[in-house]
């Protein structure tokens, strides 16, 4: 069972449901590039090189897209970089790092390139490199193998810390594991981890998605989506440090709209607890104490043999449940849950409701090295698209006028995070892969984060492939120090559409953002 605490402290923390925050930051749409393909992941990850002023994004139906920002407002690609299905790159100095898997249930790889895209080396890591990041001074490019099931096989997810002292040549590889956890899988579960699969290790359900690296470059902190936990890494010993348990958001407390048979948004609390599962984290220290924030997407876990998610009507409730009720399609008879989780003690009763997911961010403090919630947004995502852009309100990305699609799986579905300072001000811009569009939140107080923009350029009533930018996956700020236009950028990378849209940061109120005045870039 999950401790009291982590739960109880979620209601304490949480967001005022509809409260208007001030507003004193605001994105506004510079431009964007397309790919010209839909739904083929055309645009994934992003990183920028501040002397030649060009984008290098994540083009997985091609390879990598090199683009022209000189002016953001008309983003021109000047090459493509081929390789097979790259997942992520980052840039430091003049070296270019791509995270290559292999396809298959070999380890994959990292390719470093200069400038020109030419190759400088080819460094195997773990199974899945499905993220990579450099430290502060460059040193040392941390990976992210997230090791997915792949038919049959079942790879352990693991971290590779790729050593680049003596330049990307002589790179010198060590791998860190989590295989010492298995000890440790009753104190995991306790604290809210998601080890569901019968017969697998912790080693192998700990796949790492994401990587933050701190400030000073000697850790890392990893979330592993799937198995709803975080990791911390000491970068120069290999080694994990720590894995913790990230403990359930109680929807009883905030709300949910779980029915997409209701006919309307229909935001309300429910006795279904959520496995927070983020995707992206950030870190950043204030006041002398490190923070971070994380993207509560939720992610289920499929084998070729496995396959955990039921909807609360197929499911055999404990008799003290009001079955009727709570099995109805317009309540919560056709939200999606994890089998597991719901039926922790085995025994083909389902004596909680547990779905995938928190729709929305946390903010946690670092403290004896592990995760203490300090605030989370509790319906503030999904209540915010619903008052603002009511049609984009948990939609299908994949289909026109499709509100409400979502609600039965895991809502808006909150992915990327990117953290930027803008004046004496910290701000933290969030995609919502279903929805649409980015939130911005203040978060200079970290304790009490203040939601102050929501901006989407999709038109939900249009077909897909020509509905503007669909799918947000990544995100990146670009300071004004290196910025090409000398103001703060912010590049978001969607996935669905192909689009990598260039945003600038402003200070000063937002404008309103409704469907029929959502502006769009020129195609």
Same mark, same amino acid.
């Given at each position: 069972?999950?401790?009291?605490?982590?739960?109880?402290?979620?209601?304490?923390?949480?967001?005022?449901?509809?409260?208007?925050?001030?507003?004193?930051?605001?994105?506004?749409?510079?431009?964007?590039?397309?790919?010209?393909?839909?739904?083929?992941?055309?645009?994934?990850?992003?990183?920028?090189?501040? !002397?030649?002023? $060009?984008?290098?994004?994540?083009?997985?139906?091609?390879?990598? *897209?090199?683009?022209?920002?000189?002016?953001?407002?008309?983003?021109?690609?000047?090459?493509?970089?081929?390789?097979?299905?790259?997942?992520?790159?980052?840039?430091?100095?003049?070296?270019?790092?791509?995270?290559?898997?292999?396809?298959?249930?070999?380890?994959?790889?990292?390719?470093?390139?200069?400038? @020109?895209?030419?190759?400088?080396?080819?460094?195997?890591?773990?199974?899945?490199?499905?993220?990579?990041?450099? %430290?502060?001074?460059?040193?040392?490019?941390?990976?992210?193998?997230?090791?997915?099931?792949?038919?049959?096989?079942?790879?352990?997810?693991? &971290?590779? &810390?790729?050593?680049? $002292?003596?330049?990307?040549?002589?790179?010198?590889?060590?791998?860190?594991?989590?295989?010492?956890?298995?000890?440790?899988?009753?104190?995991?579960?306790?604290?809210?981890?998601?080890?569901?699969?019968?017969?697998?290790?912790?080693?192998?359900?700990?796949?790492?998605?994401?990587?933050?690296?701190?400030?000073?470059?000697?850790?890392?902190?990893?979330?592993?989506?799937?198995?709803?936990?975080?990791?911390?890494? *000491?970068?120069?010993?290999?080694?994990?440090?720590?894995?913790?348990?990230?403990?359930?958001?109680?929807?009883?407390?905030?709300?949910?709209?779980?029915?997409?048979?209701?006919?309307?948004?229909?935001?309300?609390?429910?006795?279904?607890?959520?496995?927070?599962?983020?995707?992206?984290?950030?870190?950043?220290?204030?006041?002398?104490?490190?923070?971070?924030?994380?993207?509560?997407?939720?992610? /289920? !876990?499929? =084998?070729?043999?496995? @396959?955990?998610?039921? !909807?609360?009507?197929?499911?055999?409730?404990?008799?003290?449940? /009001?079955?009727?009720?709570?099995?109805?399609?317009?309540?919560?008879?056709?939200?999606?849950?994890?089998?597991?989780?719901?039926?922790?003690?085995? @025994?083909?009763?389902?004596?909680? &409701?547990?779905?995938?997911?928190?729709?929305?961010? =946390?903010?946690?403090?670092?403290?004896?090295?592990?995760?203490?919630?300090?605030?989370?947004?509790? @319906?503030?995502?999904?209540?915010?698209?619903?008052?603002?852009?009511?049609?984009?309100?948990?939609?299908?990305?994949?289909?026109?006028?499709?509100?409400?699609?979502?609600?039965?799986?895991?809502?808006?579905?909150?992915?990327?995070?990117?953290?930027?300072?803008?004046?004496?001000?910290?701000?933290?811009?969030?995609?919502?892969?279903?929805?649409?569009?980015?939130?911005?939140?203040?978060?200079?107080?970290?304790?009490?984060?203040?939601?102050?923009?929501?901006?989407?350029?999709?038109?939900?009533?249009?077909?897909?492939?020509?509905?503007?930018? &669909?799918?947000?996956?990544?995100?990146?700020?670009?300071?004004?120090?290196?910025?090409?236009?000398?103001?703060?950028?912010?590049?978001?990378?969607?996935?669905?559409?192909? %689009?990598?849209?260039?945003?600038?940061?402003?200070?000063?109120?937002?404008?309103?953002?409704?469907?029929? $005045?959502?502006? !769009?870039?020129? $195609?």
């Amino acid at each position: 069972m999950v401790p009291a605490a982590l739960i109880a402290s979620v209601a304490i923390a949480q967001a005022a449901p509809a409260a208007p925050a001030p507003r004193g930051a605001h994105l506004h749409l510079l431009g964007t590039h397309s790919a010209g393909v839909f739904d083929r992941s055309a645009s994934e990850i992003a990183a920028f090189h501040p !002397r030649t002023k $060009r984008l290098w994004v994540v083009n997985g139906a091609a390879g990598i *897209d090199v683009l022209d920002l000189s002016d953001p407002t008309a983003p021109r690609k000047v090459a493509t970089h081929s390789m097979p299905a790259p997942t992520s790159v980052a840039i430091h100095g003049d070296i270019v790092a791509v995270a290559v898997p292999s396809g298959n249930a070999t380890p994959g790889a990292v390719r470093f390139l200069d400038l @020109d895209g030419r190759m400088i080396a080819d460094v195997t890591v773990g199974h899945g490199p499905d993220m990579c990041t450099f %430290t502060p001074d460059g040193t040392m490019l941390v990976v992210a193998n997230e090791g997915e099931p792949v038919g049959d096989s079942d790879p352990e997810g693991s &971290i590779s &810390i790729i050593d680049l $002292r003596d330049g990307p040549a002589k790179a010198t590889v060590r791998t860190a594991g989590f295989r010492a956890f298995e000890a440790e899988r009753t104190r995991l579960v306790g604290e809210g981890a998601h080890l569901p699969v019968p017969g697998a290790s912790v080693a192998q359900q700990s796949e790492p998605e994401y990587v933050a690296i701190s400030p000073d470059g000697r850790h890392a902190l990893v979330t592993l989506q799937e198995s709803n936990a975080l990791a911390r890494i *000491d970068l120069e010993a290999a080694r994990v440090l720590s894995m913790t348990g990230l403990g359930l958001k109680d929807f009883s407390a905030s709300g949910l709209d779980a029915s997409d048979a209701d006919d309307t948004i229909s935001l309300r609390p429910w006795p279904v607890l959520g496995l927070r599962q983020p995707d992206t984290v950030v870190t950043w220290e204030s006041g002398g104490t490190t923070w971070f924030a994380t993207s509560n997407e939720g992610e /289920a !876990r499929e =084998t070729k043999s496995f @396959d955990e998610v039921v !909807r609360v009507k197929d499911l055999t409730l404990d008799p003290r449940m /009001a079955r009727d009720a709570i099995a109805d399609p317009t309540n919560l008879g056709r939200l999606q849950v994890s089998r597991p989780a719901c039926d922790p003690d085995g @025994d083909g009763t389902a004596e909680r &409701i547990v779905a995938f997911g928190g729709r929305g961010i =946390t903010v946690w403090r670092l403290v004896d090295g592990g995760p203490a919630l300090a605030w989370d947004s509790g @319906d503030q995502v999904e209540r915010t698209v619903a008052e603002r852009m009511p049609e984009a309100h948990n939609g299908d990305g994949r289909k026109a006028n499709s509100k409400d699609a979502r609600s039965t799986s895991k809502g808006p579905e909150v992915e990327g995070l990117a953290l930027g300072t803008v004046g004496a001000r910290r701000l933290l811009f969030a995609g919502l892969e279903r929805s649409g569009g980015v939130m911005t939140w203040d978060v200079t107080d970290p304790t009490a984060p203040l939601l102050v923009d929501y901006v989407n350029p999709r038109d939900p009533a249009a077909a897909p492939a020509s509905a503007g930018d &669909i799918a947000p996956e990544g995100l990146l700020f670009v300071p004004a120090s290196t910025s090409p236009n000398g103001r703060p950028l912010v590049v978001v990378c969607n996935e669905l559409s192909g %689009t990598t849209t260039i945003w600038e940061v402003r200070e000063g109120p937002a404008p309103d953002v409704r469907p029929d $005045r959502a502006t !769009r870039a020129p $195609r």
